[in-house]
Structure formats: structure tokens, C-alpha cells
């Protein structure tokens, strides 16, 4: 778990209020997406590469509704990437107890036809051995957040120094 604490946020939210709503929201905003990048960086450098295509989907979104900022770094999804959380948290593992888990394998079997077509042959099911996790997305939160609130921070004082003038 990554805890984190932070100075100086009373002031910087008391220096944020000056300003109308919507300049305040951009600036949050503005902050937000600064920290978030720090996370998406480190998870792109510690995303495991076979095509690459997955590292290309990582990204950051950002959204705001009734005063309330939240940013999203996200992977998979886009471009036939849809394995992202099988790379990150692995396939077919059970709790084995003492903190520990394990690797299984399991069976696949059609759905709705009765034979599954795998390289132009037909079978009733098949084997799958699972896929060992290789978390990306989870150490470079834990290893950035720190960095990522400095950063956010940074940024919200900058603006406010911009606006001001």
C-alpha cells in the first residue's frame, strides 16, 4: 500500500480559491494530468514488451464533474489490446494460502459451437497453462506516487504564479 503525506495543500488550496471556478478546475486539472504522467512514464519503462503494442496504450484522462477532479492512467483497450490485465495480475492463479498464490492450468471450451477451431483444426476443449502476472501498473503507482504529487504540486504552484501576474 503507498502511503503519502503531503504539505502544503492548505495553502495551495486557500491560493486556488482566489480564482473563479473554472480557472480553478483548469489549474486542478492541469495538475492532475502533470502527476499522473509520472506514473504512466514508469509504467510504460516497466511494461513488459513483446509487439510493444501494449505499452503504446498506456495513458492518462483526466475528468472533472461538481468540483471534483480525478485522473485515470489506464492500459489496453485500444487497438485489439484487450490482455492487459491478464499481463498484470496473470491467468488462472488461486490463493494457496500464507500470502502465496499459484499457477494453474485450466480448460477452455467453445461456447456456443461444439468443437473450438485453433489453427484449422477442431477440438472438443483445450489446455491453457496459464500466464504467469507480470505487474507494470501497480509498481510504477507504488514507486511514483511520491514523485507524482510533487510533480502536481509543482505544476498547481506555477499557475497560480501564472495567473496572478
Same mark, same amino acid.
Given at each position: $500500500?503507498?502511503?503519502?503525506?503531503?504539505?502544503?495543500?492548505?495553502?495551495?488550496?486557500?491560493?486556488?480559491?482566489?480564482?473563479?471556478?473554472?480557472?480553478?478546475? &483548469?489549474?486542478?486539472?492541469?495538475?492532475?494530468?502533470? %502527476?499522473?504522467?509520472?506514473?504512466?512514464?514508469?509504467?510504460?519503462?516497466?511494461?513488459?514488451?513483446?509487439?510493444?503494442?501494449? /505499452?503504446?496504450?498506456?495513458?492518462?484522462?483526466?475528468?472533472?464533474?461538481?468540483?471534483? $477532479?480525478?485522473? /485515470?492512467?489506464?492500459?489496453?483497450?485500444?487497438? %485489439?489490446?484487450?490482455?492487459?490485465? $491478464?499481463?498484470?495480475? %496473470?491467468?488462472?492463479?488461486?490463493?494457496?494460502? /500464507?500470502?502465496?498464490?499459484?499457477?494453474?492450468?485450466?480448460?477452455? &471450451?467453445?461456447?456456443?459451437?461444439?468443437?473450438?477451431?485453433?489453427?484449422?483444426?477442431?477440438?472438443?476443449?483445450?489446455?491453457?497453462? %496459464?500466464?504467469?502476472?507480470?505487474?507494470?501498473?501497480?509498481?510504477?503507482?507504488?514507486?511514483?506516487?511520491? /514523485?507524482?504529487?510533487?510533480?502536481?504540486?509543482?505544476?498547481?504552484?506555477?499557475?497560480?504564479?501564472?495567473?496572478?501576474?
Amino acid at each position: $500500500m503507498t502511503n503519502i503525506t503531503v504539505y502544503g495543500l492548505k495553502e495551495l488550496d486557500a491560493a486556488l480559491k482566489q480564482f473563479s471556478a473554472k480557472v480553478e478546475a &483548469k489549474i486542478l486539472r492541469g495538475g492532475l494530468r502533470a %502527476g499522473a504522467k509520472v506514473i504512466q512514464k514508469l509504467a510504460q519503462e516497466k511494461c513488459p514488451v513483446d509487439s510493444g503494442d501494449l /505499452k503504446k496504450t498506456i495513458r492518462v484522462s483526466t475528468s472533472g464533474r461538481r468540483g471534483e $477532479m480525478k485522473a /485515470k492512467i489506464s492500459a489496453g483497450g485500444k487497438n %485489439g489490446v484487450i490482455y492487459a490485465g $491478464m499481463v498484470e495480475f %496473470g491467468t488462472a492463479t488461486f490463493y494457496t494460502g /500464507k500470502g502465496k498464490s499459484k499457477r494453474r492450468a485450466y480448460q477452455i &471450451k467453445p461456447l456456443t459451437k461444439k468443437a473450438l477451431a485453433i489453427d484449422g483444426g477442431a477440438f472438443a476443449s483445450a489446455e491453457h497453462p %496459464g500466464i504467469k502476472s507480470q505487474p507494470f501498473m501497480r509498481p510504477a503507482l507504488d514507486e511514483g506516487a511520491e /514523485k507524482a504529487v510533487q510533480q502536481m504540486a509543482e505544476y498547481i504552484r506555477q499557475r497560480i504564479e501564472k495567473e496572478v501576474k
